[in-house]
């Protein structure tokens, strides 16, 4: 008898993660996946619709291969600068000649754990055409002869969330860098440089290999947090003082429009269509599992 009350110890004490997991996680899931194949507004009743909804993202008017390009094209051009810049802080840290290297990690990492709302609504303020810090800067040294309309143009919109997104990710890139640093023994840098290689060539030969799986992290962990963008976009477009021009979703000519607000807004927004907006958010599921197999499939590609 003993015995078969220890056997049952275990998930008695796992028993309230797995309810919690059933109610607030598997349950949902489900549920969101049936209504992905429905037509609803959340107050009527439910109307089956079979792969409708999934057949309307294939449509120009979902927005939802818009917003993927866009998301992908944040993803391209930040995500590198990102690993670029982080190491290149990472191995200044890491080196014998700086000092206080605790202070200058806390300053690198301080973007990362701002929330995003701030991040929105503090670049929001940087770049707002008329009182901007950035416009009255450059208007001060002469450099443009009017405020340029930063969040109402689409080049120049990217290019402000390309900055935003840098600003904020690359301490991240950092601390796990100086982590792969750190594990790198240092009798094999010893001996490089004994047998008279260049800096160059150390980085080139010795650091870079070795920090790969480091660097096939990040690269997952980045496409999967840059496919999940919607705060920071969402508030830099509709923050305070936006005109009605630029407050549309996605900012102007929706060149700025993430996966993620393309399902918030279609669900959440004025159409409320739970069911669109549930086939949308499976959408960037598949899109999301397929660059995590790809990234994995090279990682262990390397190992072998």
């Known amino acids: 008898m003993d015995a078969i009350k220890r056997k049952w110890v275990p998930y008695f004490f796992l028993s309230p993660y797995v309810l919690f997991y059933l109610v607030f996680g598997l349950i949902p899931i489900l549920f969101s996946l049936y209504v992905s194949f429905t037509s609803w507004d959340g107050i009527r009743s439910k109307t089956f619709v079979g792969l409708d909804n999934?057949?309307?993202?294939?449509?120009?008017?979902?927005?939802?291969?818009?917003?993927?390009?866009?998301?992908?094209?944040?993803?391209?051009?930040?995500?590198?600068l990102q690993l670029l810049f982080g190491l290149l802080i990472a191995s200044l840290l890491y080196s014998r000649w700086v000092k206080w290297k605790s202070f200058f990690q806390l300053i690198n990492f301080l973007p990362y754990i701002v929330t995003p709302v701030a991040v929105g609504l503090i670049f929001n303020l940087l770049f707002d055409w008329q009182a901007g810090f950035v416009n009255k800067l450059l208007l001060h040294f002469g450099l443009i002869q009017e405020g340029i309309y930063w969040l109402g143009t689409p080049g120049y919109a990217r290019m402000v969330i390309v900055v935003m997104l840098f600003w904020k990710g690359f301490g991240y890139t950092m601390i796990f860098y100086l982590a792969g640093l750190a594990n790198i023994p240092k009798d094999l840098l010893e001996a490089a440089q004994v047998d008279g290689a260049t800096g160059w060539r150390v980085l080139r030969s010795i650091t870079l290999p070795l920090l790969k799986p480091v660097t096939v992290f990040l690269v997952i962990t980045g496409i999967i947090g840059g496919f999940q963008l919607l705060e920071e976009p969402m508030l830099l477009l509709g923050g305070a003082g936006m005109g009605s021009s630029v407050a549309i979703i996605g900012g102007p000519d929706r060149c700025c429009l993430t996966t993620v607000w393309n399902m918030y807004d279609t669900a959440f927004g004025s159409t409320t269509r739970y069911g669109l907006g549930a086939a949308i958010a499976y959408g960037l599921c598949v899109v999301i599992a397929v660059f995590s197999l790809i990234g994995t499939r090279f990682y262990k590609g390397e190992q072998e």
């Open 54 to 80: 999934y057949r309307f993202l294939f449509n120009p008017d979902s927005y939802f291969f818009k917003s993927v390009g866009n998301t992908l094209l944040f993803v391209v051009i930040t995500l590198p």
